[in-house]
């Protein structure tokens, strides 16, 4: 085989070997890197279509932590790890005594504080009790009540149940108005230990009390006779009736009264020497009424 013939053998080979190859190439290799390709720039433009949407819940969810954080800072509630019920007790003579005593010597009374059982959720439950028989005026079980709700303790008050009740006092003749009360309290306690302290807890100040729901407008329970000191119409004897004044006898005494001039239970609101009468404008529990006294003459002994 002469050299010219053998070189163009050798020229046909790698021609037809680099031909083959980038047919091979050209047909196959390069569609799939054309396709990857392809989809890389789609995968790269979503994502810069879903850029700021991905901005908006990254800013979302750091603001969420912030006001998450801000509020576990700012939490004043303590729950401890256990609760007995001395331990509860003890909070709710605490809460007696923080809201003191109303009027006359009126104070949040307990009757019974008795335990239920406890209900546990794992890291978390609570103790029942019930109060029963409790007695109190109305401001002083709102400040007791808003003791419980808003104290450092995490305290729940299921239900509670009230009841008007009106009592007549023995020595000062004034009708008592008051409530008894029943109630189920739910005392929270947890293992997890960041809850069993607050940075935050301080002392509780108490709002003013809004308008008693349960005041009367008619007492049902009224005094039928007058506490010492008072004067009451019922014992009054007209003895004389002048212009702007009456003369009366009361419990043997002569005394003198004057348009105005306060009695038990209200006040003289007339006097009329031209009827020989005297009226009187009382306040019986929320019913107003009014009493007249007459002048009565004593009759003469025909001879």
Known sequence: MSFKIRNTIVLVVVFVIITGGGMFYWLYMQPKQLKAAVREIQRIEKELVDFPQTVNAVE????QLADTKRRYDSRSKEIPAFDITSQTYAYISKGID??????????????TLTFEGTRNFGSIGYNVYQLT???SVFESLYKFVYFLENGSRLYKIAW???????????????????????MELHAYFT?????????AAKSLTFTQSPFDPFEPIILGAISSEAPPGEMDVKGFDIRAILPGKAIVMYS?????????DKVWRGFVSRISPADNKVEFTLNEGGIVKKVTKTMVFAKKKRQ
Request: proline letters at 0%; aromatic letters at 4%; charged letters at 25%.
């Open 133 to 135: 028989d409790g007695e």
């Open 252 to 260: 043997g005494d002569l005394m003198v009264l004057h348009l105005g």
């Open 160 to 182: 509670i149940n009230m009841e008007n009740k009106e009592a007549v006092n023995a020595d000062t003749k004034e009708t008592r108005k008051y409530l008894v009360f029943n």
């Open 191 to 199: 293992n997890i230990k960041e809850l069993n302290t607050s940075i």
């Open 60 to 63: 979302t969810l750091t603001n």
């Open 98 to 111: 923080e809201a003191g005593i109303t009027g006359e010597n009126e104070y949040v009374k307990i009757g």
